[in-house]
């Protein structure tokens, strides 16, 4: 029998037929919707009176262009409201199940879907949104697609797709105090750059990721999409049953115990072959932050920015204001964001508390903390965190998309800069003429304490 | 959805790389629940000043531009899935996107709205983007059915590759969903005897 990769098993076992010379139709068993990317694929269906297949395979949850504060009153902006209530009126018509806005489940797409067990090892899962490559973290090959796939799905609970090739990076040895799975995954893509994956999916495999929590694999896999990746994918071992184990979508029982035992069954043979390969070395890794407008432009908090003569690499720091060749450290910054699908869950808030307790934070920053869903933020209450955020002068808010994408009222303003936990660093992301730098959580939150930019891994050692 | 057969227009030449799906269209532009309108948000952050005035350096406001082609650095469309992207360009008025490389989301939106995405060499490139900035009147011819590019008045030419599938859908005007609204049967059999 040929030696098969965690995603050529799990893509294999969901082709419905081949188009000779063409692609696949690839079965898809959970599709995720919001309200940004969906309503042209209902107005599409209901144009060509073709009905929703499949309804109870989609779950929809309101996320991108919501308010993160006072969520229990009508959204303010008229358009907002609108995409939402449009959502909600689609999914009451066609029988989809939404967690809307204040549900207990609600929160932001990535960050829900894992939380209550809709996403499974071995499934293959779609959303109209890029970062649905963060559940590739359980084994399942998770990927972003357009509206019009997301009509397609609609209506056939299939896509037409060419298999993509497979790609591997494998971390082996043991990362230093402070790094975070955020460095590690900014640290791949400052190697690889941003178009290193493209046409390829991409299996993450060593002891780093081994020994990660599901909420660092979640991270890492969320910016394959950085670095061109459709999607990345970790194989599923005891760190996934267990996190999966009694969650409310969660096969239970002695059906639990059946699907376990396939899970099993799914990670890369050995010896099986990938397309392309890359190998690190754990100890390499440092704190990271991007100095740039993608995310490939990142280097080691403690490096200084590399000097290039290209016109893009130009244009991109004079957009951020900086020197070739400067430090970042020491630079003043007004704006810290803790949030998005990147960094958003319990974990990383309990790394930015464990580190600005009994701190303050400094005058001149505005920190937003953002849950990525309602039941990240009661779990931040419940544990004492918001006490430590409410006394060091961090504003926890409510759960949503936010300052990510600045869809909504959070945004940094005109020419200033964000270290930001989020994932993408292009031009006006965070709001027109923003300028965003990416980091972990435990860097984001020293950010905010000293009100500008630290080497933290002096303050660690 | 549109077909697609020959076009030969003149060109506009976004010499930039990485251009990213939100600056083709940036977010604050996407609340609308339709596919229209989202022309006139196009590289909005790009063709307007901070106060709202025009921007007339940026390659889109200067007259003597102007095409239903538009030529752009390496990797156009990285980013977001927002399908927004391909609405706005296509929009905007442009048939044909031409680029080197091209990221995978926005390639497969583009396909599905009739945009076709034409990927070249490097150094086709660079001769594409000199020749239309020396001059403005050039005009460039893609044939899909023979699936090249060429410079009109010049010896360069070069083939580009598609999918077979979706070669025959965007000459035939059909898409995606016709296909597997078809194939419902088969999809109903793979659910029943589904292994995994
Ligand atoms: S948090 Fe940001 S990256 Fe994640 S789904 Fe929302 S907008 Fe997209």
Redesign the pocket.
């Known amino acids: 029998m040929s030696k098969k990769t965690l995603f050529d098993k799990v893509w294999d076992s969901h082709v419905v037929s081949t188009i000779e010379n063409g692609p696949q139709v690839l079965y898809i068993d959970k599709h995720l919707i919001h309200e940004v990317t969906s309503p042209q694929a209902f107005n599409e269906l209901e144009e060509r009176g073709i009905p929703i297949f499949r309804p109870d395979q989609i779950v929809a949850t309101a996320?991108?262009n919501t308010p993160t504060l006072n969520q229990d009153q009508p959204v303010k902006d008229a358009l907002s409201r609108q995409q939402l209530k449009q959502l909600s009126i689609n999914c009451k018509k066609n029988n989809i199940t939404l967690y809307e806005l204040g549900h207990k489940y609600n929160g932001?797409?990535?960050v829900m879907a894992p939380e209550l067990g809709i996403t499974q090892p071995g499934i293959t899962m779609v959303c109209g949104?890029s970062?649905t490559s963060t559940h590739g973290a359980f084994g399942a090959i998770a990927f972003g697609i357009g509206t019009s796939q997301v009509a397609q799905v609609f209506a056939s609970q299939c896509l037409l797709l060419t298999k993509p090739k497979s790609l591997r990076v494998t971390v082996n040895g043991k990362l230093k105090n402070g790094v975070l799975p955020k460095d590690v995954i900014l640290y791949i893509i400052s190697k690889l750059g941003t178009n290193s994956g493209t046409g390829y999916f991409c299996e993450y495999a060593g002891n780093v990721f081994e020994e990660m929590s599901m909420e660092g694999r979640m991270t890492v896999c969320n910016m394959s999409i950085e670095m061109g990746a459709r999607g990345g994918m970790i194989a599923p071992d005891e760190t996934t049953f267990k996190y999966i184990k009694g969650r409310k979508f969660a096969p239970k029982g002695e059906e639990f115990e059946k699907k376990v035992a396939y899970w099993k069954s799914l990670p890369t043979d050995e010896g099986a072959v990938f397309d392309k390969e890359y190998h690190f070395d754990a100890s390499d890794i440092e704190p990271m932050i991007t100095y740039g407008t993608n995310p490939g432009m990142g280097i080691k908090i403690s490096e200084n920015i590399p000097v290039e003569e290209n016109a893009s690499f130009k244009k991109s720091l004079a957009y951020m204001n900086f020197e070739a060749g400067e430090s970042l450290i020491n630079k003043p910054i007004n704006y810290v964001f803790i949030?998005?699908?990147?960094n958003s869950r319990i974990e990383d808030f309990r790394a930015a508390a464990n580190y600005i307790k009994g701190k303050k934070k400094a005058q001149n920053v505005t920190a937003w903390l953002v849950p990525g869903s309602k039941q990240v933020e009661v779990q931040i209450i419940e544990e004492g965190l918001k006490d430590i955020f409410d006394n060091a002068g961090f504003q926890l808010r409510q759960p949503g998309?936010s300052a990510?994408?600045a869809m909504n009222d959070d945004k940094i303003p005109q020419g200033e800069y964000c270290v930001s936990t989020?994932?993408?660093n292009f031009e006006g992301r965070q709001g027109q003429g923003s300028r965003t730098i990416l980091a972990s959580p435990l860097v984001a939150a020293a950010t905010a304490v000293e009100g500008k930019i630290i080497d933290i891994t002096k303050h660690l050692n | 959805m549109e077909k697609f057969t020959t076009l030969k227009s003149t060109a506009i030449p976004l010499n930039i790389e990485n251009v990213d799906t939100d600056q083709i269209i940036p977010a604050r532009f996407l609340k609308a629940t339709d596919k229209k309108g989202f022309g006139d948000n196009v590289f909005r952050d790009w063709r307007f000043n901070k106060d709202g005035s025009i921007n007339s350096d940026f390659v889109l406001n200067k007259s003597e531009y102007s095409g239903s082609i538009l030529v752009a650095g390496n990797n156009f469309g990285c980013g977001?899935s927002r399908e927004h992207a391909a609405w706005a360009i296509v929009g905007y008025g442009f048939k044909v996107v031409v680029s080197s490389f091209f990221a995978d989301i926005f390639k497969g939106n583009a396909l599905n709205n009739g945009l076709l995405p034409v990927q070249v060499s490097e150094e086709f490139l660079s001769d594409l983007l000199q020749k239309i900035e020396s001059n403005p009147k050039t005009v460039i011819e893609v044939n899909l059915q023979n699936q090249t590019i060429s410079i009109q008045d010049s010896d360069l030419s070069e083939h580009f590759e598609i999918d077979a599938y979706k070669k025959t859908c965007m000459l035939n005007g059909y898409d995606d969903i016709d296909y597997l609204v078809n194939n419902k049967k088969q999809i109903e059999a793979f659910e029943a005897q589904k292994t995994y």
């Open positions: 996320d991108h932001i797409v990535h949104d970062h949030g998005s699908c990147t998309c990510c994408l989020s994932n993408r | 977001s």
